[in-house]
């Protein structure tokens, strides 16, 4: 019994250790970014080109994830709503859960699905292929070249993802609510600027960016911490993605007490 107790509590403390020694390597590269976003003047090149590989060719993937969100939304408010409160609410409802929970968290899981794994891969083959320590060779920092075109790209642009979310998936309701379940235009739409807040708008768009800068530096840190070939940089990927969600979520319910 005490043997096993130790065990446990050595596998504990081992693992704290590790924790924290990783938390310290990401806490490092995140302070070589700050210390290094300057550079993006100068890179302007890789920050557009990764601005259009990471935002805008995401954008149907959004699109789509938007459009039956905001539909099963509608369908479901409809079911939850009825008998209970006038339909006039299912809009202003779906409205609320689209702009502040439901389109920037989906649209970010989706993109830490896409994006932060894709991230990983990549910079995890240049690992293993040893690119990267050729470019340290050249006195080229990895950092500043690989990593902050992504970082500041996949920040700016998610906003743009989940506003263009929102709005689909707003669009994708109204259909539902509209052309299937009968409502009138004007009940949909009747009551949403009654209940419209700036506020909330910005809420939803300032989590999406913590979203993005979460997604696009953990992409980055597993891809350069992959080892082990091939078979390392699809463990990077899983593993880009899996703390890529987590952290969404976690961060989700920070900024919620915060905001709100």
Not at 194 to 223: E, P, Q, R, T, W
Not at 237 to 249: D, E, K, N, R
Request: aromatic share 12%; hydrophobic share 55%; with cysteine.
């Amino acid at each position: 019994m005490a043997n096993s107790t130790h065990n446990l509590a050595g596998k504990v403390g081992r693992r704290t250790l590790e924790f924290m020694s990783e938390l310290g390597r990401f806490t490092k590269l995140v302070g070589r970014v700050i210390s290094e976003i300057g550079g993006i003047f100068q890179d302007r090149g890789l920050f557009i080109q990764e601005c259009v590989t990471l935002g805008v060719d995401s954008l149907p993937l959004v699109l789509i994830v938007g459009l039956f969100t905001g539909a099963v939304s509608g369908w479901q408010g409809h079911y939850q709503m009825e008998g209970y409160l006038p339909f006039e609410f299912i809009g202003p409802g779906t409205f609320k859960a689209v702009l502040l929970e439901l389109g920037p968290v989906l649209t970010a899981l989706i993109i830490a699905g896409r994006v932060s794994a894709s991230i990983a891969a990549e910079l995890g083959t240049m690992k293993v292929t040893e690119q990267i320590d050729a470019l340290e060779t050249m006195a080229i920092s990895s950092v500043r070249y690989l990593a902050v075109p992504r970082v500041a790209a996949m920040t700016v642009m998610m906003p743009v993802l989940t506003a263009q979310a929102i709005f689909v998936a707003m669009l994708g309701a109204s259909f539902v609510c509209i052309v299937l379940l009968g409502m009138t235009s004007n009940q949909f739409w009747g009551l949403i600027p009654n209940f419209f807040k700036l506020y909330d708008v910005f809420a939803g768009l300032f989590k999406s960016l913590f979203f993005g800068l979460a997604a696009s530096l953990l992409g980055c840190y597993i891809g350069f911490r992959t080892e082990g070939g091939a078979e390392g940089v699809g463990m990077a990927t899983i593993t880009a993605f899996v703390w890529s969600c987590l952290a969404i979520l976690v961060i989700d319910f920070l900024l919620a007490l915060m905001l709100f």
